[in-house]
């Protein structure tokens, strides 16, 4: 068995309160970790009107970029590792579960990605895999908050984040090329889904991405998001025989984090 799998954990500075509450929920699970530098607004390599960043299907707001950001910065780590990373966004929720888990998926080759998460919203899912309790993904419509990546998929996401950059979350979904698999039942939720879910939430939290309406999208944006969907809908036809849109269930062990 090869060493424990290690959680990254994207994290804004002025974020304290997060932070403290994900080294209570690392220490409670027993899982090693690493902290990685959230991007902002104002350290974003490039500043957020370049070009760069305007070919998704929307304008997108700065602090939508410096998330997306931060996710490339995770991705980079994860090829440079050359080994599977949890990377989890600093209001996730993990279940009791998790540690044996990823313990089991450690051991896994030829995935790219399995996302922990559920956000009430049906997943396009598929066989059930032979070892773990997880299915294969094919089409998600959400979901940045709890992951693993390995090498592999990172190296397929960066390739993806150069050509188009995005809402973290979205190019994930988007990237077909991943062997992607779905956790069944769901490990993970952000904290704001709690009450959702009918979970104790640990701490009170705000949403760290500005709440101002995304600009009006000219025609040219319009024609990227009608494509998308387009691309989606041939994703379901494609795999009409072989997947079901399904509703994922979330664990029902969730440990005390109170300290």
């Not at 592999?152 to 960066?158: N, V």
């Amino acid at each position: 068995m090869g060493p424990a799998m290690r959680v990254l954990i994207i994290n804004l500075s002025v974020a304290t309160t997060r932070m403290k509450f994900q080294e209570m929920q690392m220490a409670a699970l027993g899982l090693e970790w690493e902290r990685i530098d959230a991007v902002t607004p104002e350290t974003l390599p490039l500043p957020a009107d370049d070009l760069q960043w305007q070919r998704w299907e929307r304008p997108m707001k700065a602090v939508e970029i410096a998330v997306f950001a931060s996710h490339c910065m995770a991705w980079r780590q994860v090829k440079t590792a050359e080994v599977p990373h949890l990377i989890i966004e600093d209001d996730a929720l993990l279940a009791a579960e998790t540690p044996v888990f990823l313990q089991k998926l450690n051991r896994e080759a030829e995935i790219d990605h399995v996302t922990l998460e559920i956000r009430s919203r049906k997943k396009l899912v598929g066989r059930r895999h032979r070892n773990l309790p997880m299915r294969r993904l094919y089409q998600d419509r959400t979901g940045a908050a709890a992951y693993v990546l390995w090498p592999s998929g990172a190296g397929k996401l960066l390739s993806r984040a150069t050509i188009r950059p995005g809402l973290a979350d979205a190019v994930i979904c988007a990237a077909y090329e991943l062997n992607s698999w779905q956790a069944d039942p769901g490990l993970a939720i952000q904290l704001d889904q709690c009450a959702a879910y009918g979970v104790t939430q640990p701490i009170k939290t705000e949403s760290s991405t500005s709440k101002d309406a995304p600009q009006r999208a000219s025609g040219l944006y319009r024609a990227r998001r009608i494509a998308s969907q387009l691309r989606m809908g041939l994703r379901h036809l494609s795999r009409l025989f072989v997947a079901e849109r399904h509703l994922i269930a979330l664990s029902s062990n969730w440990p005390d984090f109170r300290p």
